[in-house]
């Protein structure tokens, strides 16, 4: 008995050891924040938040492989405006949502972080909460008709006026790391144009340089 013993502590040993290997030189660190976005409707404010997980995975360098894979989950946030309004903060930022790398570079950048080795731990032990500034702002949509994606619309913050009405103004996006569950709810909120968009990802498209917006699967919601 106590040579099997031996035998399968040896096994362990010879197994766990290169994978404890590869945790120590390759970790995982992971870290989530909450964006919330309050805008001013009448005087009163209405809000939307969603957690976003991001982790980022190092990796052995061969080729162009980067040291490093960043992924994120969650859900885009939405905002309920009254009388048939809304607008959803997408997980992409830029005039026309292209920058889909936003939400894992958003924290980094508003904490003065980077993906480098340095910052990597810090990100993951990071707390406090940040304003989000207009030039890092996320794309903010609205759909005219929660039937039909084709609907969308961009509306850069300056706008919220012009296209919700006078008395509608963005007040603020903030960004506060958390511990909290990843959200899931935007599918609840536009069932219809997700279930739309589900389908739609299955379909190859050219997107040309200077086309509108056009509203894809994940920039709503990313698993």
């Not at 209405?46 to 990796?59: A, D, R, W």
């Not at 894979?69 to 309004?85: I, K, M, T």
């Not at 963005?170 to 790391?177: C, P, Q, R, S």
Request: glycine share 8%; hydrophobic share 40%; proline share 7%.
């Amino acid at each position: 008995m106590r040579a099997l013993g031996i035998i399968v502590a040896i096994i362990a040993l010879l197994i766990g050891g290169p994978i404890l290997g590869w945790k120590i030189n390759y970790p995982t660190y992971s870290y989530r924040y909450r964006m919330t976005v309050e805008v001013e409707v009448d005087g009163k404010v209405q809000s939307g938040s969603s957690v976003i997980q991001v982790k980022v995975n190092k990796q052995p360098q061969f080729g162009d492989a980067p040291p490093q894979e960043s992924h994120f989950y969650g859900d885009a946030v939405f905002v309920d405006l009254g009388n048939g309004r809304n607008v959803i903060a997408l997980l992409a930022a830029g005039p026309r949502g292209r920058n889909v790398d936003y939400s894992y570079n958003i924290v980094p950048t508003l904490f003065g972080l980077t993906f480098e080795d340095r910052d990597l731990a810090k990100l993951a032990r990071l707390q406090g909460r940040r304003d989000v500034p207009e030039a890092h702002m996320p794309t903010f949509v609205t759909f005219t008709d929660f039937a039909d994606p084709k609907s969308v619309r961009v509306v850069p913050p300056a706008e919220f006026p012009r296209v919700f009405g006078t008395n509608v103004h963005l007040k603020d996006v903030t960004i506060e790391i958390t511990k909290d569950a990843v959200t899931r709810t935007i599918e609840k909120k536009m069932s219809v144009i997700i279930g739309k968009l589900r389908e739609d990802a299955k379909i190859s498209h050219v997107s040309r340089p200077g086309s509108p917006y056009r509203a894809a699967l994940d920039n709503f919601s990313v698993f």
